[in-house]
């Protein structure tokens, strides 16, 4: 019997490509929102930082200079960490569209795969029906030359 070949390997090749692809767009996504955590994880050590600083310099009494500076670079800070915030929920959002993609991509590999996986069961429980009409028949004829003989 002919060696078992999948009709829609080619199909079934090209959709993991397509998964593949997707995978890595939806990695990169990612990495780019864990930057972007990052940055914003920096603003609020910086904005700590400055809050901490403040409170020292109304400790010991600092000029009216200071104390509009440190409130400035906390207003602007604090903004800087708001615009990150609406920037890290675009990314989150543009990541998840390529996570479903993914998803969808991942389930019509799926689907491929298990036709394939019933088409190999078929074929072997064809070839084994092969074999085993190949012995009955070699029995037969066995028994039919040794009935002459």
């Known amino acids: 019997m002919k060696k078992f070949r999948y009709s829609l390997q080619t199909v079934l090749d090209y959709k993991e490509q397509i998964l593949d692809k997707l995978k890595g767009e939806y990695a990169q996504r990612m990495a ?8 914003i994880e920096a603003l609020q050590n910086k904005l700590a930082e400055l809050s901490t600083a403040f409170d020292e310099c109304k400790r010991e009494g600092g000029t009216i200079d200071k104390f509009l500076m440190f409130t400035t670079s906390i207003e602007n800070t604090e903004k800087a960490i708001g615009r990150e915030k609406e920037k890290l ?10 996570k479903k993609e993914v998803i969808e991509a991942n389930i019509d590999v799926n689907k491929f795969d ?16 092969d074999n085993e009409n190949f012995i009955d028949e070699f029995v037969s004829n066995a028994a039919a030359h040794r009935a002459e003989a």
């Open 89 to 98: 929920a675009y990314l989150q959002k543009k990541a998840d569209e390529k």
């Open 114 to 129: 298990k036709l394939k996986d019933k088409k190999i069961a078929a074929y072997k429980k064809e070839v084994q029906k």
């Open 32 to 39: 780019l929102v864990h930057e972007k955590e990052r940055e």
